[in-house]
């Protein structure tokens, strides 16, 4: 049997930049917002100067910020094509939300089982990271929930699953505020089930098994829908 390859370690930078590269993806720095100060990130994220200008540097190289003389770091304004949805309005419109995404988001884990990289697993590992501090202090963040299937997409390496959930951002959002407080009457052990599934996907797209990351993805989907909904779904059909 041939010995598994080590998993390659995440370095401080490596962290740094995935957290900065999240929020910015996320839009919780958006574009032209300046970013906090060097003193200020180094000491939220317990990291030396170095180890945070080192991780500025490859969002910089990589054309995600842009510095100014003596003004500091800004988040680079990134032109992507124009695609819309209508806003969320109404409970049919969020179990819609929640079709469409069954129909996307398993074809993206199936890819991103395929063809992921160190680089791409990484920002799934952060995102996932996040999920699993949010759990041990019981809460429920949309934000690191979206930038676990939005790194998924982007594993998927096809633009059009990464342009789609960011289209769909704010409806996904109203659906995982919800769900959240769903699962707050059921506590700790609710918190931990959806941790669970969200890493039984990852486990299977780090073991490159296509078949088994879109199968769970499609039941992680049915279950947060199912747990929004209390089982009982709006019938949809046309009168």
Excluded: W
Excluded at 120 to 141: K, N, P, Q, W
Excluded at 143 to 169: G, K
Excluded at 170 to 195: C, T, W
């Amino acid at each position: 049997m041939q010995e598994q390859a080590a998993k390659p370690r995440m370095t401080l930078t490596d962290k740094v930049y995935h957290r900065l590269h999240g929020r910015i993806s996320n839009g919780d720095y958006p574009p032209n917002h300046k970013l906090p100060a060097e003193n200020t990130l180094s000491q939220e994220f317990g990291v030396s100067r170095p180890v945070l200008r080192a991780a500025l540097d490859r969002l910089r190289d990589e054309g995600l910020i842009y510095s100014r003389q003596g003004a500091g770091s800004f988040v680079r304004v990134l032109v992507s094509p124009p695609v819309g949805f209508q806003r969320v309005e109404t409970l049919s419109d969020i179990q819609r939300c929640y079709e469409f995404r069954m129909v996307i988001e398993v074809e993206a884990a199936e890819l991103a089982a395929e063809r992921h990289n160190v680089q791409a697993l990484a920002e799934i590992d952060a995102a996932l990271g996040l999920m699993r501090d949010a759990t041990v202090s019981m809460e429920h963040r949309e934000d690191a929930d979206f930038a676990f299937h939005l790194a998924i997409a982007q594993a998927s390496n096809n633009q059009y699953f990464e342009a789609t959930m960011r289209a769909l951002r704010d409806h996904i959002n109203v659906g995982m505020k919800m769900h959240g407080q769903s699962l707050m009457p059921d506590g700790a052990e609710a918190l931990r089930e959806v941790l669970s599934e969200h890493c039984a996907i990852h486990d299977a797209i780090a073991a490159r098994d296509a078949k088994s990351a879109g199968a769970l993805m499609r039941s992680h989907l049915e279950h947060s829908r199912d747990r929004l909904f209390g089982g009982g779904l709006i019938d949809l059909r046309m009168k």
